[in-house]
Structure formats: structure tokens, C-alpha cells
């Protein structure tokens, strides 16, 4: 049975070359993402707002257009009403009220009156005060910073120095651009969107651990080969296994997206274009940049690169 391959053995794809492309490229995506950020701002959701959430079992099939019409009469301002689960199952948002928890409180007396006796079922409601929002925020940045720390001290020891800056600088530039796309598209930043930049830290730095892998073992097998065409040998040895990743994994997340719901949408499409963003990174940033960070002393540069002064190991006998 003949097996599946989207790439083909022996590529001799020149990616080296092309960072003169990815890496002001990747650059001006961090750049923008970050003034955006501080510009824009992201559409923080009621985890970090503070709100009330509130879930309900609905008679029959949902007409979400009518309770968000009738919940408007409320003018409780900013109200998200999306299917949930189920066609009958309603999840309700409301962002927090000016008056503290009695305020909060109020709102769930007043959605009680109004939807209880047309047989509406409430099953969960939650109230999420403004400190419990911060304190929210608080432990998801250390979460991520937490988490690329631990990166550096693992690929450190696993591997050199040069490694591990390549890799945080690799993840960094993958969470930058994800939290430009939430505020491009002003998706709803909670605690799902913080759970899917970890996951898309893991993703990377796998995808990125695994190039950097075949490289380490190029290095010793290849002595006299200039680094940019050990780099590319290394890249082109392990292409087929990242994109057949990569594609996998988005069929599994398209799948997700268009089938999940409104619910896990906003995560789902952090979630493709974070394996996206990540496949990219590893292959023109990860390797790359061990070029910048100088990580043989052998005088194999971009000379070597431009000349073609690369010794490559002669072909094995065909027995």
C-alpha cells in the first residue's frame, strides 16, 4: 500500500536563503502586533472584564434572536447570547454593572423574572467580580511568561545556548502575532484564549525542538559543511514530517471550527492560526536564527553561503 506524502523525499529546498525574506517579515508582524495591542487594546472577555454568566435550558429550540431581543429591553449594555451545546441550551453574558456584587446580583433577579416563567431552566450562574478579573489576568501572563522561562532552562540543557535563544525567540514571535490577530479581529480574549496561546507555545516549540534536533545531529555527522547548507540538509530531512503535522492538525481544528459552535470559535481560529504561524516560525525563524546567533565558530557564514564552498558528504555506494 503505497503511503501518504505531501512532500517529497530528498527536497533540496533552499530555506537559508529565504530569510532575508521571513526575517524582516516576521519583524514587522511583531512590531505591528505589539502597537496594536497598546493601541487598539484586545477585546478582553467577562473573565478579565468581570460580569455575569449565565446558562440556560431553553423549552424547545433556542430563538436566540428573540432573547437577545428581550434581554436588550434590560439595557444592561454590552450582552452576548450564543447556542450552547445543545439546539436548546443558551449561554448568556452580560459585562459587569456599575454598583459592585449587589449590582451583579440584580441582574440574575431580573433575567430570572423575566425568562423563568416561560419554563426556562437556569443551570449555572456565575458572577465574576472585577478583582477575581484581575487576579485572572494576573496568573494568565504569569502562566505564559512561566512557560517560556521553562523553555529556555530546558533547551539550554538539552541542547546549547544558542538553541534555547532561538527557540524564545522563535515562541515569542508566535505569541506576538497570535495576540495580533485577537485584536485585529477583536475576538473575545478569556481564559480559553489563554489556554490556546499555551497550546500554541507547545505546538511551536515541539515543531521547533524537532529541527533543532536533526540539526544537532547534522552537526556532528557533517563537520566541514557550511552552516546555512547543514541548516537547509537539516530543514528538508524533516519537512514532510512538519507539514504532515501541521496539515493533520488543521484538519482536526477546521473540523472544530465549522462544526464546534459559536462557543469555541474565537479559540478554535487562534488555534489554526497558531499552528499556521508556528509551522512557518520553525522552518524560516527557528534554524535561521542560529545563523545570527553565530553557533559555529568554523568561518562557514554567508560567505560560504554565496560562494557554494559547501563540502557535502559524497553520495553512499548504491549496493
Given at each position: ?32 502586533s ?28 433556542a ?33 459587569e ?18 425568562f ?67 485584536v ?18 507547545g ?109 557535502a ?7
Amino acid at each position: 500500500m503505497a503511503l501518504l506524502r505531501l512532500i517529497p523525499d530528498n527536497t533540496h529546498y533552499r530555506f537559508m536563503w529565504l530569510r532575508k525574506v521571513s526575517f524582516p517579515l516576521s519583524i514587522v508582524m511583531a512590531v505591528a502586533s505589539l502597537a496594536l495591542f497598546f493601541t487598539v487594546g484586545l477585546n478582553y472577555g467577562i473573565d478579565f472584564k468581570g460580569g455575569t454568566i449565565i446558562e440556560m435550558k431553553t423549552p424547545g429550540v433556542a430563538n436566540i434572536a428573540q432573547i437577545r431581543s428581550d434581554i436588550g429591553t434590560l439595557n444592561l449594555g454590552d450582552v452576548q447570547v450564543q447556542q450552547f451545546g445543545d439546539p436548546d441550551e443558551v449561554l448568556v453574558r452580560v459585562e459587569e454593572q456599575p454598583g459592585g456584587e449587589l449590582a451583579q446580583q440584580a441582574v440574575v433577579g431580573q433575567m430570572r423574572a423575566m425568562f423563568e416563567k416561560e419554563d426556562f431552566e437556569f443551570r449555572r450562574v456565575e458572577v465574576v467580580g472585577p478583582r477575581v478579573s484581575g487576579e485572572l489576568a494576573i496568573a494568565g501572563s504569569i502562566a505564559v511568561a512561566g512557560s517560556l522561562f521553562a523553555i529556555l532552562i530546558y533547551i539550554w540543557f538539552r541542547f546549547e545556548w544558542q538553541f534555547a535563544v532561538g527557540a524564545i525567540l522563535t515562541t515569542v514571535n508566535d505569541v506576538l502575532v497570535t495576540i495580533g490577530l485577537f485584536v485585529i479581529l477583536q475576538l473575545d480574549f478569556s481564559l480559553s484564549s489563554i489556554a490556546a496561546v499555551l497550546t500554541i507555545i507547545g505546538y511551536s516549540l515541539n515543531d521547533t525542538v524537532v529541527v533543532y534536533d536533526r540539526i544537532r545531529e547534522n552537526l556532528r555527522k557533517y563537520k566541514k559543511m557550511a552552516l546555512p547548507d547543514l541548516l537547509d540538509k537539516s530543514i528538508n530531512e524533516t519537512l514532510s514530517r512538519t507539514v504532515l503535522t501541521s496539515v493533520t492538525t488543521l484538519l482536526a481544528l477546521i473540523s472544530l471550527y465549522v462544526f464546534g459552535g459559536e462557543v469555541i470559535q474565537s479559540f478554535t481560529l487562534a488555534m489554526i492560526f497558531g499552528i499556521l504561524i508556528g509551522t512557518y516560525s520553525s522552518i524560516f525563524l527557528a534554524a535561521p536564527f542560529l545563523i545570527l546567533l553565530r553557533l559555529r565558530n568554523d568561518g562557514s557564514s554567508d560567505d560560504a553561503e554565496t560562494k557554494g564552498t559547501a563540502q557535502a558528504p559524497a553520495p553512499a555506494a548504491k549496493t
